[in-house]
């Protein structure tokens, strides 16, 4: 992917340790046009390490600084300058070789506060378009580094520098109701962010550090109701049985998998699906953090060290959300016997209940439930399907490699040799990486007849699992496809089937 106006066949000035200029031969694409530099006030001024410095003028809008950053993938250590001293380095940049600091950093910022606000604002909104979970401003030596998690992992974007801390840390706990003049305390506050025609409640902590606050900033997922349930690395088999058994009122539909964004991104997945403003959903959650338009969430504030006590807590709010006519309930963890009993009592009597449960495949859930001493009876007669999930890298599409199975790896999969599969290689886009996040690994068992029979009455959870994955595939084959379509490795593969 290129921007479009990057020019070819440009040379780069890298800063050495002893701040000597010197020519350096960087990639072709990554200059801009001298028009382009002087319309859009940015100079890339050099590359070095895997880095990019780039200089902003004060006035300039951020929108093509957030585009730069994402079409190249390269942190970026961001100079803000005032219009002046900005012409000064442009026509350093694109003229003459001559000493850049001395004649850049003898001024002071002057008119460069102006254009904060929307820069802060700006970085926020970059780190939604990306689907990111976190946000993060934290404060070093010299600067103020800004990373965004996205798929789980941090990315840093920009290097700020610490003349600007204050400005920025300020502008953002404003936003946020929280106290600017108390810097040596954490502070937790909420900021309303415009997102298309809603507003997105952004959950903000700050705590104090030996070079200044640090930020974080949590990221609510947005849902789209009446949406499909097609989820990366889910089939169009088991969508489609899913959206058919929501469709079904009352029952019990268990998501099994680490208790992690990906579980809940299924469960509000499916409140998406379901919020079609003729049903009356209501969640009871810790924290609501996505806030969904037309759902009513409780929050069970976990206040309680014992689990006793909080689980009391939980009960007693789904004793009072039951009082009030839901159509669909979710609880956000099922993890204790007397939440257990209530929540499938209450499946039986009207009400969908969409929970989930810390295991690792659908058929652990039973065994987790009968660890519970929960009745064999209760189970088998409310539980209506269980969605199993894992997570597995992602080969990058840009770059992945195909390959061969060797012998050792194809028994393990149960491939023939030389089945073709594809490996990583790694490229800018992935940042050299070979993988670009995580997919999902999916099975689901839906509780027919035969399955509630076996379950009622007690039966062995191999036998279960024998009938369940007859015509279906578990965890371990939907891994196996995953590989053959080039989305992840091999060894991935074999992790989900050694852990299943």
């Not at 700006?122 to 993060?136: C, K, P, R």
């Not at 108390?182 to 507003?199: R, V």
């Not at 049985?241 to 998998?257: D, E, N, P, Q, Y």
């Amino acid at each position: 992917m290129q921007a479009e106006g990057i020019s070819h066949g440009a040379a780069f000035m890298c800063e050495s340790d002893g701040a000597q200029h010197m020519p350096y031969p960087a990639p072709s694409y990554l200059d801009l046009p001298y028009q382009i530099a002087q319309t859009n006030g940015l100079v890339i001024r050099r590359i070095a390490k895997d880095r990019m410095h780039v200089v902003m003028r004060c006035d300039a809008a951020p929108a093509m600084l957030l585009e730069i950053s994402q079409i190249l993938s390269l942190p970026i250590d961001l100079e803000i300058v005032s219009i002046a001293h900005f012409e000064t380095c442009l026509a350093l940049h694109y003229g003459t070789e001559r000493e850049y600091d001395a004649a850049i950093n003898s001024g002071k910022f002057g008119d460069v506060y102006d254009k904060v606000t929307e820069l802060t604002d700006a970085m926020v909104a970059n780190a939604i378009a990306q689907g990111a979970t976190d946000f993060h401003i934290e404060a070093f030596e010299n600067h103020l580094a800004v990373r965004v998690r996205c798929d789980g992992k941090l990315h840093e974007q920009f290097r700020i520098p610490m003349a600007l801390s204050r400005t920025i840390i300020s502008r953002y706990k404003s936003r946020s109701r929280l106290d600017s003049d108390l810097a040596d305390i954490p502070q937790k506050g909420t900021m309303m962010f415009p997102c298309g025609q809603t507003e997105l409640e952004i959950s903000v902590s700050t705590m104090p550090g030996p070079k200044g606050e640090r930020m974080v900033f949590h990221i609510p997922r947005t849902i789209n109701s009446g949406a499909g349930f097609d989820l990366p690395g889910m089939s169009a088999e088991i969508s489609l049985h899913i959206r058919h058994i929501l469709s079904k009122s009352g029952g019990l539909i268990i998501v099994a998998g680490q208790i992690d964004a990906a579980v809940s991104g299924t469960l509000y997945t499916a409140l998406g699906l379901l919020n079609d403003g003729r049903r009356n959903i209501m969640t009871i959650e810790n924290k609501a953090d996505t806030a969904i338009d037309g759902i009513s969430q409780i929050e069970v504030e976990r206040v309680f060290s014992d689990d006793n006590k909080h689980s009391k807590a939980i009960t007693d709010t789904l004793r009072a959300v039951l009082l009030q006519d839901p159509d669909v309930v979710m609880i956000d963890q099922l993890k204790d016997r007397k939440t257990a009993e209530m929540a499938m009592q209450a499946a039986l009597k009207g009400p969908l209940i969409l929970t989930a449960m810390d295991c690792r495949s659908a058929i652990e859930v039973i065994t987790a439930l009968r660890e519970l001493k929960i009745d064999n009876m209760l189970i088998g007669e409310s539980l209506r399907g269980v969605i199993a999930q894992r997570q597995v890298k992602q080969l990058c599409s840009a770059c992945r490699a195909p390959s061969q199975a060797a012998g050792s790896i194809a028994s393990r999969l149960g491939f023939d040799r030389g089945t073709g599969i594809f490996e990583p290689r790694g490229c800018e886009q992935c940042g050299h990486s070979g993988f670009s996040g995580y997919i999902g690994v999916f099975e689901f068992v839906a509780i027919d007849d035969t399955l509630r029979r076996l379950i009622s009455s007690g039966g062995d959870e191999a036998v279960i699992s024998s009938y369940a994955f007859m015509n279906n595939p578990n965890l371990s084959s939907a891994a196996r496809r995953l590989v053959i379509s080039g989305e992840t490795t091999a060894e991935e593969a074999i992790r989900i089937g050694q852990n299943s």
